[in-house]
């Protein structure tokens, strides 16, 4: 099984503070972790930092990859919200998720200007019309 001697814990929380007390947690378990950084679950490491924590797995040992969003739930009970210690304003949490969640609407919507790079990675022409978005998106749901 997994032990704090043969397991790397590797990590890619939100860098969200309030995605700090898990991390915490695991690393009481398992040690220090390798963390792979991240925002709204994806990790920000790449290839290479992929590459530099797998060098760091024990022999014969393993790798226990954890990532995770974090999603606010506030006192009243309402997701997406959070109270944050000395700050008034209740918060969206994740805003980052919030925020690219509200882009991809955008552009299924016809609202969004979306960049030729990003028509790149989505395999999209360069200059297409939000038609072809909102067949897209909704062909992946």
């Not at 679950?41 to 790449?46: K, N, R, T």
């Not at 944050?84 to 919030?98: E, H, Q, T, W």
Request: proline share 4%; hydrophobic share 40%; charged share 15%.
């Amino acid at each position: 099984g997994f032990t704090p001697a043969n397991t790397l814990l590797a990590t890619s929380f939100c860098a969200d503070e309030l995605a700090r007390i898990l991390e915490d947690e695991f690393n009481t378990v398992y040690g220090h972790n390798f963390n792979l950084g991240g925002l709204s679950v994806f990790p920000f490491a790449g290839n290479t930092g992929f590459g530099a924590m797998s060098a760091h797995i024990p022999d014969d040992g393993f790798c226990l990859l954890v990532h995770a969003p974090h999603a606010g739930i506030s006192k009243d009970g309402v997701i997406g919200k959070v109270e944050r210690s000395g700050i008034a304003l209740v918060d969206n949490c994740c805003g980052s998720a919030i925020a690219a969640s509200n882009y991809l609407k955008g552009i299924t919507d016809g609202g969004a200007k979306i960049t030729p790079k990003l028509h790149a990675v989505l395999g999209l022409p360069t200059r297409c019309c939000s038609r072809a978005h909102s067949s897209i998106w909704k062909a992946t749901q």
